[in-house]
């Protein structure tokens, strides 16, 4: 206890040392709660997207859909599906198709869903910006982005061509989801529609299942136990794709950058330290020739990097984390993700971006800062064990 007193009143005699140390340490606590926080909260966006919008958290389709999403590898014959977590299930029906208005003409993924069965299953029914969801067949609902492509309006006639059959079916809604695959490529229509267009007697090419929030995974994985023979689920990670790998290459560019980290608040608390004890080294003597073991001394100034990179830490835990409320309540990134949906419309990006908000992050930070001070403690620990104080106290 009188050894941590006296570190104690040693940082706070050298104020100047003891701000600058705890500066660097709040600065790295910020940064890597702040970086954790983004690369989760991306993630989360991500994930919301697919499965909320873009795909479903599990789907439900033929070994040979999987490999190749053509209508003739479709569902004859519509699974039942059990299993205490589905909430709820919908059969859909996707296929390639030529939209055709008065004016333009564009290439798209047609989706044929049971206009209720979505409701209960999706957030596009409730994203309609201008008109109504679907009610019966006869009908189309287009993301507003590409509505705008093809120069098509409410009321107005769209036709539909597959390589079996087209449809005249009316505009009946634009949805703006905030999501570039929906509002640019989104295309909507009755499930009966989609069947005549397919041309193929199939019922489905999938079925949208929807289970709580982290649980698609194991949810895809019991369901493949009891599936029938050439039917396989996914889960919404499964479903990302090219995506997901992007996402996962980015969590490794972590790596460095926490190396970084941990190697800036290194050098801070070295530096710092190693300069203190340079300059208290006459001081250092004349208290190791009154019997203070060098050993002693070593914890002294070990305790003093601690206490200042304590008070650094939890600063930057205060800061670190009113940021990551904010950032996770307020839409701060919301322009970013915006311009990147208008750059990336096909990357199923979501217009707002949040930041995660977990405690966990807390303890990164700490081993970040802990770890740093450790390695940094070396050099002005070597410098005070091969002190000779006969040297100083002579003022040599």
Known sequence: MSLLKLAWRNVLRQKRRTALLSLVVVYVTVAVLFLYGLLDGYGESLVEAYAQYVQAPVVVAKAGWWQDPDPEHGLEVLPTLAHPLIQAQSPRLSLYALLRSPYRVQGGVVQGVDPEGERALSRVPFKVKEGRWLSRSGEVVLGYRLAQRLDVRLGERLVVETGQGALGLEV????????????????????????????????????????????????????????????????????????????????????????????????AVVSTVYVSVRERLREFAVVESL???????????????????????????????????YTSTHDVFGPLMRLSVELLPEAGLSEHLYTAFRPVYGLYASLVVALSALLALLFPGRLLLGLEPSHYVKGE
């Open 172 to 267: 009946v809604g634009l949805v703006q989801a905030g999501v570039g695959n929906v509002d640019f490529a989104g295309v909507y229509v009755h499930l009966e529609d989609a069947r005549r267009l397919s041309g193929r007697g199939i019922l489905a090419t999938h079925v949208a299942v929807k289970v709580p929030r982290g649980q698609e995974a194991s949810v895809a994985q019991e369901l493949n136990q009891n599936l029938p023979l050439g039917l396989r689920a996914k889960g919404v990670w499964d479903l990302m794709g090219p995506i997901r790998a992007d996402y996962e290459g980015s969590r490794l560019v972590y790596l460095p950058l926490m190396g970084l980290f941990m190697l800036l608040a290194a050098v």
């Open 291 to 325: 019997g203070f073991a060098p050993a002693r001394l070593a914890a002294q100034v070990a305790l003093e990097a601690a206490l200042a990179s304590g008070v650094g830490l939890v600063a930057g835990l205060v800061l670190g984390y009113g940021l990551l409320w």
